[in-house]
Protein backbone atom coordinates (compact mmCIF):
# COMPACT_ATOMS: atom_id res chain seq x y z
CA UNK A 1 0.00 0.00 0.00
CA UNK A 2 2.76 2.20 1.03
CA UNK A 3 4.11 1.71 -2.53
CA UNK A 4 0.74 2.72 -3.96
CA UNK A 5 0.70 5.74 -1.82
CA UNK A 6 4.14 7.13 -2.98
CA UNK A 7 3.09 6.20 -6.84
CA UNK A 8 -0.15 8.13 -6.76
CA UNK A 9 2.26 11.26 -5.37
CA UNK A 10 4.44 11.12 -8.05
CA UNK A 11 1.67 10.88 -10.39
CA UNK A 12 0.33 14.06 -8.75
CA UNK A 13 3.71 16.04 -8.68
CA UNK A 14 4.49 15.09 -12.04
CA UNK A 15 1.06 16.52 -13.68
CA UNK A 16 1.56 19.14 -11.21
CA UNK A 17 5.04 20.09 -13.13
CA UNK A 18 3.51 19.82 -16.50
CA UNK A 19 1.12 22.08 -15.81
CA UNK A 20 3.62 24.62 -14.41
CA UNK A 21 5.55 23.97 -17.62
CA UNK A 22 2.56 24.62 -20.21
CA UNK A 23 1.67 27.28 -18.10
CA UNK A 24 5.32 29.16 -18.37
CA UNK A 25 5.27 32.46 -19.91
CA UNK A 26 7.10 33.09 -23.22
CA UNK A 27 8.57 35.83 -23.66
CA UNK A 28 8.89 38.09 -26.82
CA UNK A 29 12.06 41.65 -27.25
CA UNK A 30 11.28 44.54 -28.47
CA UNK A 31 13.01 47.59 -29.94
CA UNK A 32 11.73 51.23 -29.90
CA UNK A 33 12.42 53.59 -32.39
CA UNK A 34 14.02 57.12 -31.71
CA UNK A 35 12.11 59.86 -30.10
CA UNK A 36 8.74 60.61 -29.35
CA UNK A 37 5.99 60.28 -31.92
CA UNK A 38 2.54 61.95 -32.56
CA UNK A 39 0.06 61.29 -34.93
CA UNK A 40 -2.39 63.72 -36.39
CA UNK A 41 -5.00 61.52 -36.78
CA UNK A 42 -5.38 61.77 -32.89
CA UNK A 43 -5.30 65.14 -32.54
CA UNK A 44 -7.25 66.69 -29.12
CA UNK A 45 -9.94 69.74 -29.15
CA UNK A 46 -8.49 72.78 -27.33
CA UNK A 47 -10.18 75.99 -27.40
CA UNK A 48 -8.47 79.76 -28.04
CA UNK A 49 -10.00 83.03 -26.30
CA UNK A 50 -9.92 86.22 -28.66
CA UNK A 51 -7.56 88.81 -27.36
CA UNK A 52 -7.13 92.43 -28.15
CA UNK A 53 -4.36 93.47 -30.64
CA UNK A 54 -2.71 95.47 -28.58
CA UNK A 55 -2.40 93.33 -25.84
CA UNK A 56 -0.50 91.16 -27.79
CA UNK A 57 2.57 93.18 -27.79
CA UNK A 58 3.47 92.62 -24.25
CA UNK A 59 3.42 88.97 -25.31
CA UNK A 60 6.22 90.07 -28.19
CA UNK A 61 4.00 90.07 -30.84
CA UNK A 62 2.83 92.73 -33.22
CA UNK A 63 -0.41 92.25 -34.60
CA UNK A 64 -1.32 94.20 -37.60
CA UNK A 65 -4.62 96.84 -38.02
CA UNK A 66 -7.72 94.17 -38.60
CA UNK A 67 -5.83 91.05 -37.28
CA UNK A 68 -7.62 88.70 -34.97
CA UNK A 69 -5.32 87.14 -32.40
CA UNK A 70 -6.56 84.18 -30.27
CA UNK A 71 -4.81 83.20 -27.45
CA UNK A 72 -4.78 78.87 -25.44
CA UNK A 73 -2.63 76.95 -24.34
CA UNK A 74 -1.39 73.74 -25.75
CA UNK A 75 -0.88 70.64 -23.19
CA UNK A 76 0.84 67.29 -22.82
CA UNK A 77 -1.97 65.35 -22.43
CA UNK A 78 -4.58 67.49 -23.03
CA UNK A 79 -5.49 69.32 -19.53
CA UNK A 80 -2.14 68.51 -18.01
CA UNK A 81 0.61 70.17 -16.68
CA UNK A 82 3.43 70.80 -19.02
CA UNK A 83 1.62 73.82 -21.21
CA UNK A 84 2.65 75.48 -23.93
CA UNK A 85 1.37 78.76 -23.94
CA UNK A 86 0.20 79.91 -27.57
CA UNK A 87 -1.52 82.93 -30.11
CA UNK A 88 -2.98 82.79 -33.09
CA UNK A 89 -3.08 86.24 -35.98
CA UNK A 90 -5.68 85.71 -37.96
CA UNK A 91 -5.03 88.70 -40.97
CA UNK A 92 -8.11 89.75 -42.76
CA UNK A 93 -7.17 88.06 -46.03
CA UNK A 94 -7.92 84.46 -44.09
CA UNK A 95 -3.98 84.00 -43.22
CA UNK A 96 -2.87 82.36 -39.63
CA UNK A 97 -0.01 82.44 -38.41
CA UNK A 98 0.83 80.18 -35.14
CA UNK A 99 2.84 81.60 -31.90
CA UNK A 100 4.30 78.87 -29.69
CA UNK A 101 6.11 79.59 -26.17
CA UNK A 102 7.93 75.85 -27.08
CA UNK A 103 11.12 76.67 -24.73
CA UNK A 104 8.32 77.84 -21.85
CA UNK A 105 10.93 80.75 -21.42
CA UNK A 106 8.08 83.41 -21.29
CA UNK A 107 8.36 85.02 -24.80
CA UNK A 108 7.73 84.40 -28.20
CA UNK A 109 11.15 83.70 -30.24
CA UNK A 110 11.71 84.29 -34.04
CA UNK A 111 11.92 80.61 -33.91
CA UNK A 112 8.64 80.22 -32.29
CA UNK A 113 6.74 81.98 -35.23
CA UNK A 114 5.20 79.13 -37.72
CA UNK A 115 3.08 79.72 -40.67
CA UNK A 116 0.65 77.07 -41.37
CA UNK A 117 0.25 75.22 -44.26
CA UNK A 118 -2.61 73.83 -46.63
CA UNK A 119 -3.32 70.27 -46.55
CA UNK A 120 -3.44 68.67 -50.37
CA UNK A 121 -5.76 66.74 -50.65
CA UNK A 122 -8.03 69.28 -48.32
CA UNK A 123 -9.85 67.16 -45.72
CA UNK A 124 -11.51 67.65 -42.72
CA UNK A 125 -8.58 70.19 -41.60
CA UNK A 126 -7.70 73.47 -43.99
CA UNK A 127 -4.55 74.24 -42.73
CA UNK A 128 -1.92 72.38 -40.04
CA UNK A 129 1.52 73.22 -38.80
CA UNK A 130 4.40 71.20 -37.09
CA UNK A 131 7.46 72.02 -34.75
CA UNK A 132 9.10 70.96 -31.47
CA UNK A 133 8.37 72.05 -27.98
CA UNK A 134 10.71 71.19 -25.30
CA UNK A 135 10.68 69.03 -22.28
CA UNK A 136 12.03 69.93 -18.77
CA UNK A 137 13.00 66.81 -18.08
CA UNK A 138 13.37 62.91 -18.59
CA UNK A 139 14.63 60.65 -21.17
CA UNK A 140 13.43 62.77 -24.03
CA UNK A 141 14.69 66.45 -24.70
CA UNK A 142 11.46 67.13 -27.08
CA UNK A 143 8.35 66.46 -28.67
CA UNK A 144 6.92 67.08 -32.05
CA UNK A 145 3.71 68.40 -32.15
CA UNK A 146 1.07 69.27 -34.84
CA UNK A 147 -1.59 71.95 -34.57
CA UNK A 148 -4.69 71.90 -37.40
CA UNK A 149 -7.59 74.36 -38.05
CA UNK A 150 -10.61 73.54 -39.24
CA UNK A 151 -12.54 75.43 -42.19
CA UNK A 152 -14.69 78.24 -40.98
CA UNK A 153 -17.82 77.62 -40.17
CA UNK A 154 -17.39 73.59 -38.92
CA UNK A 155 -17.69 73.34 -35.64
CA UNK A 156 -15.29 70.70 -33.92
CA UNK A 157 -16.98 68.93 -32.16
CA UNK A 158 -20.29 70.53 -32.30
CA UNK A 159 -20.82 73.33 -30.24
CA UNK A 160 -17.12 73.29 -28.18
CA UNK A 161 -16.28 76.80 -29.55
CA UNK A 162 -18.26 79.73 -28.21
CA UNK A 163 -18.90 82.61 -30.58
CA UNK A 164 -15.72 84.54 -30.94
CA UNK A 165 -13.47 81.69 -29.83
CA UNK A 166 -11.28 78.97 -32.44
CA UNK A 167 -11.85 75.48 -31.96
CA UNK A 168 -8.29 74.58 -32.40
CA UNK A 169 -6.68 70.88 -33.52
CA UNK A 170 -3.43 69.40 -31.95
CA UNK A 171 -1.67 66.39 -31.16
CA UNK A 172 -2.20 66.16 -27.40
CA UNK A 173 -0.75 62.76 -27.04
CA UNK A 174 2.68 61.75 -27.62
CA UNK A 175 3.72 57.67 -28.00
CA UNK A 176 6.74 55.25 -28.39
CA UNK A 177 6.59 52.77 -31.11
CA UNK A 178 8.78 49.42 -32.49
CA UNK A 179 8.79 46.29 -33.30
CA UNK A 180 8.62 43.08 -31.35
CA UNK A 181 9.78 39.75 -32.77
CA UNK A 182 7.36 37.24 -32.65
CA UNK A 183 7.87 33.42 -33.92
CA UNK A 184 6.60 34.19 -37.32
CA UNK A 185 7.02 37.75 -37.75
CA UNK A 186 7.54 41.08 -36.02
CA UNK A 187 4.83 43.34 -34.69
CA UNK A 188 4.45 47.09 -34.50
CA UNK A 189 3.37 48.47 -31.04
CA UNK A 190 2.62 51.60 -29.39
CA UNK A 191 2.55 52.70 -26.27
CA UNK A 192 1.52 55.94 -24.55
CA UNK A 193 3.94 58.25 -23.16
CA UNK A 194 3.10 60.11 -19.18
CA UNK A 195 4.77 63.23 -19.26
CA UNK A 196 3.94 63.71 -15.93
CA UNK A 197 5.54 60.76 -14.68
CA UNK A 198 8.16 60.72 -17.27
CA UNK A 199 7.80 57.04 -18.45
CA UNK A 200 5.36 54.54 -20.11
CA UNK A 201 2.95 53.62 -16.76
CA UNK A 202 1.56 50.19 -17.91
CA UNK A 203 -0.87 50.60 -15.63
CA UNK A 204 -2.58 53.35 -17.30
CA UNK A 205 -0.96 53.54 -20.59
CA UNK A 206 -2.85 53.73 -24.40
CA UNK A 207 -1.33 50.61 -26.03
CA UNK A 208 -1.54 49.98 -29.47
CA UNK A 209 0.05 46.29 -31.24
CA UNK A 210 -0.78 45.36 -35.11
CA UNK A 211 -2.72 41.93 -34.28
CA UNK A 212 -3.87 41.41 -37.86
CA UNK A 213 -0.37 41.72 -39.07
CA UNK A 214 -1.00 44.21 -42.14
CA UNK A 215 1.78 46.31 -41.06
CA UNK A 216 -0.29 49.24 -39.52
CA UNK A 217 -2.51 49.87 -36.55
CA UNK A 218 -6.33 50.28 -36.86
CA UNK A 219 -7.35 53.76 -34.63
CA UNK A 220 -10.46 53.54 -35.07
CA UNK A 221 -12.53 53.41 -31.87
CA UNK A 222 -13.14 49.80 -30.21
CA UNK A 223 -10.52 48.42 -32.56
CA UNK A 224 -8.97 45.26 -30.91
CA UNK A 225 -5.59 46.83 -31.69
CA UNK A 226 -5.89 49.60 -29.27
CA UNK A 227 -6.50 49.05 -25.85
CA UNK A 228 -6.35 51.19 -22.35
CA UNK A 229 -4.78 49.74 -19.31
CA UNK A 230 -6.25 49.47 -16.07
CA UNK A 231 -4.64 48.76 -13.65
CA UNK A 232 -2.52 46.61 -15.39
CA UNK A 233 -1.34 46.17 -19.10
CA UNK A 234 -3.92 45.04 -21.72
CA UNK A 235 -3.67 41.74 -23.03
CA UNK A 236 -3.83 41.43 -27.15
CA UNK A 237 -4.67 38.48 -29.05
CA UNK A 238 -2.61 37.47 -32.39
CA UNK A 239 -1.15 34.53 -33.71
CA UNK A 240 -2.76 32.47 -31.02
CA UNK A 241 -0.87 34.29 -28.62
CA UNK A 242 -2.62 36.13 -25.99
CA UNK A 243 0.47 39.02 -25.21
CA UNK A 244 1.36 42.04 -22.61
CA UNK A 245 3.55 44.39 -22.38
CA UNK A 246 6.23 43.68 -19.48
CA UNK A 247 8.49 46.16 -19.32
CA UNK A 248 9.70 49.05 -21.30
CA UNK A 249 13.02 50.91 -20.90
CA UNK A 250 13.51 53.76 -22.04
CA UNK A 251 17.54 54.07 -21.83
CA UNK A 252 18.03 51.11 -23.71
CA UNK A 253 15.12 51.79 -26.33
CA UNK A 254 14.05 48.33 -25.62
CA UNK A 255 10.86 46.56 -24.15
CA UNK A 256 9.57 42.66 -23.74
CA UNK A 257 6.28 41.49 -24.57
CA UNK A 258 5.04 38.40 -22.37
CA UNK A 259 2.38 35.53 -22.86
CA UNK A 260 -0.79 36.18 -20.77
CA UNK A 261 -3.21 33.46 -19.44
CA UNK A 262 -6.65 33.10 -20.47
CA UNK A 263 -7.78 34.50 -17.04
CA UNK A 264 -6.29 37.77 -17.66
CA UNK A 265 -7.98 38.25 -20.87
CA UNK A 266 -11.19 39.61 -19.49
CA UNK A 267 -12.36 41.88 -22.21
CA UNK A 268 -15.28 40.95 -24.33
CA UNK A 269 -14.44 40.13 -28.07
CA UNK A 270 -16.89 43.07 -29.97
CA UNK A 271 -16.51 41.37 -33.12
CA UNK A 272 -19.45 41.34 -35.47
CA UNK A 273 -21.40 37.86 -35.97
CA UNK A 274 -20.13 37.15 -32.52
CA UNK A 275 -22.46 36.69 -29.23
CA UNK A 276 -21.86 39.00 -26.99
CA UNK A 277 -21.17 37.90 -23.46
CA UNK A 278 -23.98 37.79 -20.85
CA UNK A 279 -22.90 40.77 -17.98
CA UNK A 280 -24.60 41.96 -14.67
CA UNK A 281 -25.14 45.59 -14.08
CA UNK A 282 -27.20 47.55 -11.72
CA UNK A 283 -29.61 49.22 -12.79
CA UNK A 284 -31.28 53.02 -12.01
CA UNK A 285 -33.32 51.67 -9.02
CA UNK A 286 -30.02 49.90 -7.31
CA UNK A 287 -31.43 46.32 -8.84
CA UNK A 288 -28.80 43.67 -10.36
CA UNK A 289 -30.24 42.68 -13.84
CA UNK A 290 -28.52 40.25 -16.34
CA UNK A 291 -27.84 41.26 -20.21
CA UNK A 292 -29.56 37.85 -21.06
CA UNK A 293 -32.95 39.12 -18.87
CA UNK A 294 -34.28 40.01 -22.10
CA UNK A 295 -34.69 37.75 -25.43
CA UNK A 296 -35.41 37.21 -28.63
CA UNK A 297 -34.89 41.83 -29.45
CA UNK A 298 -32.97 43.98 -30.95
CA UNK A 299 -30.63 45.47 -28.29
CA UNK A 300 -28.95 49.06 -28.45
CA UNK A 301 -26.44 49.52 -25.93
CA UNK A 302 -25.60 52.68 -24.80
CA UNK A 303 -22.47 54.11 -23.37
CA UNK A 304 -23.40 57.70 -22.65
CA UNK A 305 -22.87 60.24 -20.23
CA UNK A 306 -24.36 63.74 -19.30
CA UNK A 307 -21.07 65.54 -19.51
CA UNK A 308 -20.64 64.08 -23.29
CA UNK A 309 -22.21 66.09 -25.48
CA UNK A 310 -22.10 64.16 -28.32
CA UNK A 311 -24.00 61.43 -25.90
CA UNK A 312 -26.44 64.13 -25.40
CA UNK A 313 -26.92 64.70 -28.90
CA UNK A 314 -27.83 61.23 -29.72
CA UNK A 315 -30.47 60.93 -27.43
CA UNK A 316 -33.42 62.64 -29.29
CA UNK A 317 -32.42 59.95 -32.35
CA UNK A 318 -32.71 57.45 -29.77
CA UNK A 319 -35.93 57.95 -28.58
CA UNK A 320 -37.35 58.76 -32.30
CA UNK A 321 -35.94 55.42 -33.07
CA UNK A 322 -37.22 53.55 -29.59
CA UNK A 323 -40.92 54.76 -30.11
CA UNK A 324 -40.74 53.46 -33.84
CA UNK A 325 -39.47 49.73 -33.06
CA UNK A 326 -40.05 49.38 -29.71
CA UNK A 327 -43.71 47.78 -30.45
CA UNK A 328 -41.04 45.39 -33.08
CA UNK A 329 -39.07 44.04 -31.01
CA UNK A 330 -36.48 47.17 -30.24
CA UNK A 331 -34.73 48.10 -26.82
CA UNK A 332 -32.11 50.16 -25.51
CA UNK A 333 -30.16 49.91 -22.51
CA UNK A 334 -28.35 52.50 -21.37
CA UNK A 335 -24.40 52.07 -19.94
CA UNK A 336 -24.32 56.11 -18.08
CA UNK A 337 -21.06 56.79 -17.14
CA UNK A 338 -21.82 59.82 -14.51
CA UNK A 339 -20.11 58.76 -11.53
CA UNK A 340 -23.79 60.08 -9.61
CA UNK A 341 -26.34 58.63 -11.85
CA UNK A 342 -28.78 61.02 -10.16
CA UNK A 343 -27.99 63.57 -12.44
CA UNK A 344 -28.66 61.39 -15.63
CA UNK A 345 -31.62 60.46 -14.16
CA UNK A 346 -32.76 64.07 -14.04
CA UNK A 347 -32.10 64.81 -17.67
CA UNK A 348 -33.89 61.57 -18.87
CA UNK A 349 -36.51 62.63 -17.19
CA UNK A 350 -37.12 65.69 -18.90
CA UNK A 351 -37.01 64.32 -22.02
CA UNK A 352 -39.35 62.00 -21.29
CA UNK A 353 -36.98 58.85 -21.96
CA UNK A 354 -37.71 55.69 -19.75
CA UNK A 355 -36.04 52.94 -21.17
CA UNK A 356 -33.97 51.15 -18.97
CA UNK A 357 -30.26 52.18 -17.52
CA UNK A 358 -27.44 51.05 -16.04
CA UNK A 359 -25.06 52.71 -13.44
CA UNK A 360 -21.31 53.29 -13.72
CA UNK A 361 -19.79 50.44 -13.12
CA UNK A 362 -15.61 51.26 -13.76
CA UNK A 363 -14.41 47.30 -14.19
CA UNK A 364 -17.98 46.51 -16.49
CA UNK A 365 -17.12 49.94 -18.83
CA UNK A 366 -13.53 49.62 -18.26
CA UNK A 367 -12.00 45.84 -18.41
CA UNK A 368 -14.78 44.02 -19.88
CA UNK A 369 -16.19 46.34 -22.74
CA UNK A 370 -12.46 48.40 -22.90
CA UNK A 371 -15.29 51.75 -23.41
CA UNK A 372 -12.48 54.30 -24.14
CA UNK A 373 -14.43 56.97 -26.64
CA UNK A 374 -17.87 58.01 -25.65
CA UNK A 375 -20.13 58.07 -27.09
CA UNK A 376 -20.15 53.92 -27.29
CA UNK A 377 -22.83 51.79 -29.15
CA UNK A 378 -23.20 48.48 -29.74
CA UNK A 379 -26.41 46.98 -31.92
CA UNK A 380 -27.00 43.08 -31.05
CA UNK A 381 -30.11 41.29 -32.72
CA UNK A 382 -32.45 39.02 -31.71
CA UNK A 383 -30.27 35.65 -31.10
CA UNK A 384 -27.99 38.01 -29.18
CA UNK A 385 -25.09 38.41 -31.59
CA UNK A 386 -23.14 41.65 -32.67
CA UNK A 387 -24.90 43.23 -35.29
CA UNK A 388 -22.68 46.41 -35.07
CA UNK A 389 -20.57 48.10 -32.81
CA UNK A 390 -20.45 51.30 -34.71
CA UNK A 391 -16.76 51.53 -35.94
CA UNK A 392 -16.24 52.32 -39.25
CA UNK A 393 -17.61 49.92 -42.41
CA UNK A 394 -19.67 49.03 -39.82
CA UNK A 395 -23.89 49.83 -39.91
CA UNK A 396 -24.18 53.59 -38.45
CA UNK A 397 -25.63 53.85 -34.89
CA UNK A 398 -25.36 57.65 -34.36
CA UNK A 399 -27.91 60.34 -34.62
CA UNK A 400 -30.27 60.09 -37.53
CA UNK A 401 -28.63 56.76 -39.18
CA UNK A 402 -29.79 54.91 -36.34
CA UNK A 403 -33.71 54.59 -37.66
CA UNK A 404 -32.65 53.76 -41.09
CA UNK A 405 -29.95 50.78 -39.69
CA UNK A 406 -33.02 49.59 -37.70
CA UNK A 407 -35.72 50.07 -40.86
CA UNK A 408 -32.86 48.12 -42.30
CA UNK A 409 -32.39 45.12 -40.47
CA UNK A 410 -36.16 45.09 -39.01
CA UNK A 411 -37.70 45.58 -42.20
CA UNK A 412 -40.86 43.07 -42.19
CA UNK A 413 -41.32 42.81 -38.69
Known amino acids: MAGISSLRVAVVLI?????????????????LNAGLHVDPDGMGVTVFDPVASDDTTLLGVMAGAGDKVFTGVLAFPKGGSLQYKALIVRSPNGTDVLYVDADRDGRFGDAERITFHALKPAGFLKDAAEFEVSLPDGPFKSCPMQVGLVPDGVPTPPGLAKPGQLAVL???????????????????????????????????????????ADGRLDLTARSPEMLRAR??????????????VQSVDLERKSFILRTASATKDRRFQLVVGTTLPDFEFTDFAGVKRHFSDVKGR???????????????????????AYEAFHARGFEILGMNGDESFEKAAKMLQRQGIGWEQARMDNDLYGSRFQIVQWPTMILIDERGKIVSVGAAQHLSLDGEHLFSTLESLMNGR
Do not use: H
Open 15 to 31: AAMSAGVSQAQTTFSGR
Open 170 to 212: YTSLAFVEGYAQLPRRKMLVRLSYNFDKREIDLSSAMEWMDVN
Open 231 to 244: GSAPVFSTEGLLLQ
Open 298 to 320: YRLIDFWATWCRPCVEDLPYQKR
